[in-house]
Structure formats: structure tokens, C-alpha cells
């Protein structure tokens, strides 16, 4: 009996050790666990929101390059805007003993389960582009991403400094429960507070052009006064266009619009006067990303959260930058 309770006792603890090992920083593969691939080479499993927008294709583009260019192995997945889906790809990527798992959360909530099996498993996660929601911030060693009350606010500000007797704002807004969703109205919210302006109609686009077109038709048929849009990314804004052409009035000149993102089509029409300000947000998040990766993998030390940097265009500004846009 006594042999059967040390040998049990000795399970335990052997467990509890191994189990405590996990997660912190440089924890990656010192279980001596057999990882994804054994020839040095870092393997990095990513699971992406999807494609719904231009953005998205260009943060993607810059991630896969800036692997290949970092000599990194990328595992890659597209979760069709479906957190299932990105919890799926995380669970196969734990169970391939990837070194560093990265992903854009769709939404905030629902994800401490899963990186809490990847922090078992010894395996750090980055956070890019968008957060969580998690009180337990030892589930991921840093996120890297804009700061989205900052940019709404930044639009708000805009807004307030040109509004030009507007009043009525409607919104659309990015995917229900999205960091940058939920962060894009906050800080335009708290920038217009207090002034005449008022949002008088708010609805998800999702994101894309298509959620963005059939919002606003809806809008132009229910709002009767509608002097400024406000969409949480260019690709709603240019379904906002479109839907605004067809109803007989002017983009940019009878309704105000304002975007965020700053991609080709959207300074494209920004140019053209369609929309009247966009606030950046810069998916080229991949060589920073890299270089991060290969910091937890090494066991150092990398702050909880890097800021990217983005600035705001006018129309006039968009003139000039066009030619220099990477994407
Ligand atoms: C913001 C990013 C958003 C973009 C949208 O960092 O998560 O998702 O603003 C994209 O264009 O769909």
C-alpha cells in the first residue's frame, strides 16, 4: 500500500512539475518534448480571421512574406471569420508541437480554454493584431496590434474640426465582438461627446464591402437626414459608396464619409473626394511579428504590448501618398 501512495505521490508531482514549467517565457521546448521539426528551424503556426477585406489580404501577404524572409516555418490557416475555426487550427497546432503559435483573434472572448492547452503545452502564443479579452495575461507573452481607441478617436477628432453643420452620423461597424470593432466606436463615441453630432444609426457590416453596401441601403431608406457616415474599415465604407451613388446623391459631398484602414481602394477614393478622411491602420505587422517570434522562442524577455505605428490622410494627402502605398 505504502509503495502504491509514493508511487502515485511521485506521478503527481512528476506531473504538477511538468505542468509548471508551462508557459512562461523560454518554456518553449525545455520540457524536452519533441517539437514540430528538428533541424533548428523555428515552425510558427498561424491562424488568420479569414479574407474579408483588403486589409486582411495585405496583413496576410506581409506575415507569409516576412516568415520566408525570417527563415521561419509557417503553418497557415484562414478561419472564414469563424472562431471555431481559429480554435480548431490552434488545438492542430499544439498537437504538432509547433514553437510559437500566433493568431488575430476574431472576437474578444471565448478563447482562454484553448491557450490554456497551448500554455500546457509549452508552446508561447503572440497575440497580432487584434486581442483578447482574458483577465489571465500569462496566456500569451505580448500583443502586437494598433491601438483602436486611437483611432477612432483620431476620426471623431476629424470629424468634430469638419463637420460643416453635420449632425446625423451613422455607423458601421466592424464584426460584433471584434477588438477593433468594439474599440473604433468607443474612441469616436468619447471624440464627438458633447457636440452636435450624434449617432443616429449603428449596424455590423462585418467588415466587408458587401455588409457594408446592404447597411446603407437599409440607412438611406430608414434615416431621413443622414450628413456623415462612419465606417470601422474602408471596405464597409466603399460598399457605403456604392449603395450612396445608387441612391442619387454624392459620396463625399452630400454625406460625409470616414474610414479606417488607409488601403489602395480606399485612398483611391479618398483621392477622388468619395471619402473625405481616413485614419491608417497598418497590417504590416510581419517582420515585427518575426522578430518577436524568434524572442519567445529564445526565451527572452519581450514587452506585453507593441503599438504600431500609423498616421491619418486628408484628401489632399491622399493625392500624394497613392503612389507610395505597399498595399
Ligand atoms: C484591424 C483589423 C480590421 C481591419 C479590417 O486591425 O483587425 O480587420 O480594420 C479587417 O479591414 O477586416
Known amino acids: 500500500m505504502l509503495k502504491k501512495i509514493t508511487t502515485a505521490a511521485a506521478a503527481v508531482l512528476l506531473a504538477a512539475l511538468t505542468a509548471c514549467g508551462s508557459g512562461g517565457s523560454g518554456d518553449a521546448g525545455s520540457s524536452g518534448a519533441p517539437k514540430a521539426n528538428d533541424d533548428g528551424k523555428i515552425t510558427m503556426g498561424f491562424a488568420q480571421v479569414g479574407a474579408e477585406s483588403g486589409w486582411r489580404t495585405a496583413n496576410t501577404k506581409s506575415i507569409q512574406e516576412s516568415a520566408e524572409k525570417a527563415g521561419i516555418e509557417l503553418k497557415f490557416s484562414d478561419a472564414q471569420q469563424k472562431q471555431e475555426n481559429q480554435i480548431k487550427a490552434i488545438r492542430s497546432y499544439i498537437q504538432q508541437k509547433v514553437d510559437v503559435i500566433a493568431f488575430s483573434p476574431v472576437v474578444e472572448t471565448g478563447w482562454d480554454a484553448v491557450l490554456l492547452e497551448a ?128 441612391a442619387g446623391k454624392v459620396p463625399g459631398k452630400d454625406i460625409k464619409i470616414i474610414t479606417v484602414d488607409a488601403v489602395k481602394d480606399g485612398m483611391t477614393a479618398l483621392a477622388a473626394g468619395e471619402i473625405n478622411f481616413i485614419v491608417e491602420c497598418n497590417p504590416l505587422l510581419g517582420d515585427q511579428l518575426m522578430d518577436l517570434a524568434k524572442k519567445v522562442v529564445a526565451g527572452e524577455e519581450v514587452p506585453p504590448r507593441v503599438v504600431t505605428e500609423e498616421t491619418t490622410f486628408t484628401s489632399e494627402q491622399a493625392k500624394t501618398e497613392l503612389p507610395n502605398r505597399k498595399y
Open 119 to 246: 500554455k500546457r503545452a509549452n508552446i508561447p502564443v503572440i497575440l497580432t493584431d487584434r486581442a483578447v479579452d482574458s483577465d489571465d495575461t500569462s496566456l500569451y507573452k505580448t500583443f502586437l496590434g494598433s491601438d483602436f481607441v486611437e483611432e477612432g478617436k483620431k476620426a471623431g477628432e476629424w470629424l468634430k474640426a469638419n463637420a460643416g453643420g453635420a449632425k446625423n452620423v451613422v455607423e458601421l461597424q466592424g464584426t460584433t465582438g471584434a477588438a477593433p470593432a468594439i474599440d473604433r466606436k468607443k474612441g469616436f463615441e468619447d471624440a464627438i461627446q458633447g457636440t452636435d453630432l450624434k449617432i443616429v444609426a449603428t449596424q455590423t457590416g462585418d467588415f466587408t464591402r458587401s455588409g457594408g453596401k446592404q447597411v446603407m441601403e437599409a440607412f438611406l431608406k430608414s434615416v431621413p437626414q443622414i450628413d456623415v457616415v462612419y465606417a470601422h474599415n474602408d471596405d464597409m465604407g466603399l460598399g457605403a459608396i456604392e449603395a450612396i451613388k445608387a
